[in-house]
């Protein structure tokens, strides 16, 4: 089993959609490294006003973190990457899901054996 597992992993990451996610991790930490930085900060500073909303100017902190958000996630690279990441998931669960319904049809067959 712990064979089939590696050789699964083995080609997941030989797919041509994950070895582009990851060339575009590398290029978009490198590109966007200030967009990055500006979305994260305000992200944090956005989740510390909402637990404490007296203490801040809600609005204009959700602001500057939607504007920071939505600079980010326009850039064309991080669009793909997002869509990428979409489309591996997408796979993942569907192989998982045929893996599951396996299990469920091999455990209803050996049931139905004991009966």
Same mark, same amino acid.
């Given at each position: ?7 699964y *992993?083995?080609?997941? %990451?030989? =797919?041509?959609e994950?070895?582009? =996610?990851?060339? +575009?991790?590398? %290029? ?7 967009? *990055? %930085?500006?979305? @994260?900060?305000?992200e944090? @500073? ?12 809600? &609005?204009?902190?959700?602001?500057? $973190?939607?504007?920071?958000?939505? &600079? ?9 990457? $997002?869509? +990428? ?8 669960? &569907?192989d998982? &899901?045929?893996?599951?319904?396996? *299990?469920?049809?091999?455990? @209803?067959?050996?049931?139905?054996? =004991?009966?």
């Amino acid at each position: 089993m712990e064979e089939a597992v590696n050789n699964y *992993i083995n080609e997941v %990451l030989e =797919l041509p959609e994950f070895k582009r =996610l990851v060339e +575009l991790k590398i %290029l978009i930490d490198d590109k966007y490294s200030k967009e *990055i %930085l500006a979305f @994260k900060t305000t992200e944090e @500073k956005y989740n510390e006003a909402k637990k404490y909303p007296n203490n801040y100017d809600i &609005n204009t902190i959700r602001d500057g $973190f939607i504007k920071a958000k939505s &600079n980010l996630y326009s850039k064309a690279e991080v669009k793909e990457y $997002f869509d +990428l990441e979409n489309h591996i998931q997408d796979l993942l669960n &569907n192989d998982f &899901n045929r893996i599951k319904d396996s *299990i469920i049809n091999t455990d @209803k067959i050996r049931c139905n054996r =004991l009966k």
